[in-house]
């Protein structure tokens, strides 16, 4: 269902215009206005869903089935050495437009605009403390 304050259902119901990637029953594609890096595209659903947290399963199906498609629609335009596929849910996060979206980011080179650098703790964690909080999360699913 559409909701009347978000803009990326706007853009699907044609009330914002955009640049179009792609369209189906249940997907949008559309240029990501940053454009972080050349051809940076948002793959969406068409119903509203919020964040990862709230999507059916179905509906994260539908979204992601049409991923490849269009990475390599991107791929043989703008022939990328690579793509990051992003999807922020949360503030922390950096998500800021609350209508669940990936992110298409065409990689170039490492100096292309786009960075995700982390810290890694390879060192602090034993298998066994991994193997207790898989454990956890998998009792939760
Ligand atoms: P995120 O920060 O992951 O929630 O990404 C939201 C993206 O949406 C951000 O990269 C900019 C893009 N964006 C926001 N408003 C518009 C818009 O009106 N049109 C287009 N094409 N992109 C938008």
């Not at 304050?5 to 369209?23: H, Q, R, T």
């Not at 793959?43 to 390599?72: C, Q, S």
């Not at 298998?127 to 939760?140: P, S, V, Y």
């Amino acid at each position: 269902m559409k909701h009347d304050d978000c803009i990326f259902c706007k853009i699907v119901a044609g009330e914002i215009p955009s640049a179009k990637v792609y369209e189906d029953e249940h997907v949008y594609a559309f240029l990501d206005i940053s454009q972080v890096t050349t051809g940076h595209t948002l793959v969406i659903p068409k119903v509203h869903t919020t964040d990862i947290f709230e999507t059916p399963a179905e509906i994260a199906g539908e979204l992601f089935a049409r991923v490849p498609k269009i990475a390599n629609a991107i791929k043989q335009v703008y022939n990328p050495e690579g793509v990051n596929l992003l999807n922020n849910n949360g503030i922390f996060a950096g998500q800021s437009v609350y209508h669940l979206h990936i992110h298409i980011i065409p990689r170039y080179d490492d100096k292309d605009g786009f960075n995700a650098k982390w810290v890694t703790r390879d060192d602090q964690f034993y298998l066994g403390e991994l193997q207790e909080m898989a454990k956890d999360i998998n009792d939760a699913i």
